[in-house]
């Protein structure tokens, strides 16, 4: 799968964390980077992401912007071991394996920052997505940015949003399973040409096996050539139409998710307040409900970053 799928862009880097040591700007001491990374990182504000998060938690510097569906920042120190590759023991009698012989592990010369983020990118192609996104964080979170990419190598040349969108890009690796959630009612793939494909093969097929069976050793060898490159277009041909991205999702941009997930908590409020309403009591306060929370309109709806949506005004 893309980058680009389903009207989202699905944002992976690593970016290498820089081992030297600087002067802590809080404490003067000197420290490493990896050790004022995570440091940052832990002081992130995050928002209220749950319902038991302080009321007064500062909100996440990803809710500045109506792009961010989730994003991520992990340290990683190295690949995690998992455990020595078992064999089959027979074999390994056979071989004079020595179990308590250490097997080599995968180490990392340094450590990476990976930053994983699922944004809007309706009816954008995937560049224009991508410098889009990294424009937005750049105009609207630069102090958190440079506070962690700060630490990573080659982000000390990073000084306006053209670079840090080519920073972004030299340390992008490619999403290979993005998740979108999106389709809730199923996703009815557009069926491939098949019958076209089918049709170009047989022409080709006809028109090597006349020439094989009219030119001799010539012809067949052309025909073979001929088939080898109706093979080879056949492949580009499935490889390029599986790597193409799914249609964007009805109402799966940010601003529609927090409009309909605010829906379904004062709706679920109404619901359980209007228990045992006679019918004329409950039209006249689903009344005031429409007209309190306009299911039409972008606002009122959930703020970024926040999972209880705010209270509105309307009778029970």
Known sequence: MPNLDGGHYFLTLLAPVRTGNMIDPVTGASRSHPHLLRQALALLPAGRQTAASPPDAPPSPFARNTLNHLARFVMIDGPAYNGRESGDSLVGLLHSTDPLVAQPVDVLTTPFLLFAADVDAQSLDGPTALRRYTDTLWATMRPELDATFGHCLGFETVTDAAAFNAYVVRCQIETTMPFNDYWADGL???????????????????????????????GIALALGMIALLLYGAWRFI????????????????????KALFLQQAFTSFASKAQGLDEATLHAHFGTFLAATDPAAASPALFPGEVVAPQVEWTL
């Open 239 to 258: 490889i390029g139409w599986g790597a193409r991205p799914f249609p964007t999702a009805p109402d799966s941009d940010l601003p529609s998710v927090l």
């Open 188 to 218: 009815v793939a557009p069926a491939a040409p098949l019958g076209a494909v089918a049709a170009v093969a047989a022409v080709v097929v006809a028109a090597a096996l006349y020439v094989a069976v009219t030119r001799g050793w010539p």
